[in-house]
């Protein structure tokens, strides 16, 4: 997105009817003879003024409730006008194309998806976790969700991340001056326990990474996908997760042709289970089809149930079990989560479930409920789900990744900060990458086409 300095304008409310419609404008500044032509009157600072929109053969529209918010004090920190109307949609249309008449001369255009927050980026209203929190607060799904972005947008992450980027740089300010003393440096160094320094930054790193790594569970979900041969029980295994009948089971082998998905809280945790077409050779045509699409749930899946049938007599993996899980895992993300699930274990001897668990497999029956608890501890433990109750944040992938790759610099800076003075220079550069990773997480260094990629996918108006 290119980032203009023209006045813009959006319908910042749904689509659709509704009791009242809000129309924005932003502009640096707004040109007074156009808010005057707008409203016809002046507009007092941060007070609601009710105005009457007229079209160009000066009929009323709407009467309407304007107020005007002077730069920096508003939300894009430029001009803001905001004219709320009845809230439909032909109304707000018109009302617009009317703004859009009387603004030509400004240069007055519809706003970008996400222009407005942008602009309060760019401006220095807020930084780019903040920004981002608006569009998830904007889509959340849950409470839960609502809560996290909520606190991600008053700066609770953002803080966090500043005071390690202080943190750092305190640090990199002592380590770079010692390099201009390289006689005293070991000293130097021991005496301000640059090394303890570093480790106690690295542990709160790994804190911000298990709440971030909890804030992108809760923004996005877990794709957990059912998968194994026909009959099994991976439609009977949703029903029981979602406690309801949500797909058909019949002891027909191929009884489920397409993918299904329901989302679900598993112990708090937002969670879409999808159960798909049993995995097997077919000549069916739609049997086939369906089959595909399970190949493109396990491309995307997070974590996957892989199920057998504890009641078949032979535990043993058949050769072409064997080599159908490898295609799974190979097809698998690479920080998908794989579980083994022998279903139908109300069927099997104490001695097979033993003998399965051994090998590392969980045994449940779908039909009774038996180790759907212990399935659900597993589910929710691996990716770090804590229960996600108290102080949850939103997070983004973008947001891990930075996470990561700071944590991994910081780490080699302890590597480095061990090996005495040759390595010196090298703890220094690690430190300088640690802190900028973290920072774009906050976009202070973050190409523009990334940031335009991210405004992008906000709603017009926002
Ligand atoms: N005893 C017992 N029967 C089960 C259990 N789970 C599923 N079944 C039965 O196994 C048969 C197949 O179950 P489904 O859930 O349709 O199996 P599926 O894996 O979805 O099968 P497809 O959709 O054909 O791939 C049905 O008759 C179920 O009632 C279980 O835990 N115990
Ligand atoms: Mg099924």
Redesign the pocket.
């Given at each position: 997105m290119l980032t203009r300095k023209i006045p813009i304008i959006a319908i910042a409310t749904a689509a659709g009817g509704a009791g009242v419609g809000i129309v924005r404008i932003s502009g640096a500044p707004i040109q007074a003879e156009l808010v005057h032509a707008i409203v016809g009157r002046e507009m007092p600072a941060r007070q609601a003024v009710v105005v009457s929109l007229k079209n160009a053969a000066g009929e009323t529209i709407d009467q309407a409730l304007a107020l005007f918010f002077p730069e920096p004090a508003s939300f894009t920190g430029e001009d803001v006008l905001e004219l709320q109307c009845h809230g439909g949609p032909q109304l707000l249309q018109m009302v617009v194309r009317r703004c859009l008449e009387l603004g030509k001369k400004s240069g007055l255009a519809i706003a970008e998806p996400g222009e407005f927050t942008q602009r309060a980026y760019l401006n220095g209203k807020i930084d780019l976790v903040q920004a981002e929190a608006i569009a998830d607060l904007i889509s959340a799904q849950s409470e839960a969700a609502v809560l996290g972005a909520t606190r991600s947008l008053q700066g609770t992450f953002s803080q966090a991340i500043n005071a390690l980027v202080e943190e750092i740089t305190q640090l990199r300010i002592l380590v770079e001056s010692t390099l201009d003393f390289p006689e005293e440096e070991i000293d130097f160094l021991e005496s301000a326990q640059a090394h303890q320094r570093l480790l106690t930054i690295s542990q709160r790193l790994v804190g911000l990474q298990e709440a971030a790594t909890q804030g992108a569970i809760l923004r996005d979900g877990m794709q957990l996908v059912l998968v194994?041969a026909?009959?099994?029980?991976?439609?009977?295994?949703l029903n029981r997760l979602a406690g309801d009948d949500v797909?058909i089971?019949?002891?027909?082998?191929?009884?489920?042709r397409d993918r299904i998905k329901v989302t679900i809280t598993l112990a708090g945790m937002p969670v879409h289970v999808i159960?798909t077409?049993?995995l097997r050779v077919t000549h069916d045509l739609l049997e086939r089809a369906g089959i595909e699409r399970t190949w493109e749930a396990i491309r995307h899946a997070d974590a996957m149930l892989f199920?057998r049938d504890g009641?078949e007599q032979n535990q043993a993996m058949s050769q072409e079990e064997v080599e159908m899980q490898n295609r799974i895992k190979t097809a698998l993300p690479r920080h998908a989560i794989f579980f083994e699930v022998i279903?139908?274990?109300?069927?099997c001897s104490k001695l097979q479930i033993q003998a399965s668990q051994l090998l590392g497999s969980l045994c449940v029956?779908?039909?009774?409920g038996l180790g759907i608890d212990e399935l659900i501890k597993r589910i929710v433990e691996r990716p770090g789900w804590n229960g996600g109750n108290e102080d949850l944040l939103i997070a983004r992938q973008r947001h891990l990744e930075c996470i990561a790759s700071s944590a991994t610099h910081l780490q080699k800076a302890q590597i480095h900060s061990l090996n005495g003075n040759q390595t010196l220079e090298l703890f220094a550069e690690e430190l300088r990458l640690a802190q900028a990773c973290l920072e774009q997480v906050l976009g202070r260094t973050l190409p523009d086409e990334l940031l335009g990629k991210i405004f992008s996918q906000f709603c017009i108006g926002k």
């Open positions: 194994g026909p009959n099994v029980g991976k439609s009977s295994l797909a089971v019949t002891d027909l082998a191929g009884t489920t159960d077409a049993g199920l009641s279903n139908k274990a109300d069927l029956s779908a039909k009774t």
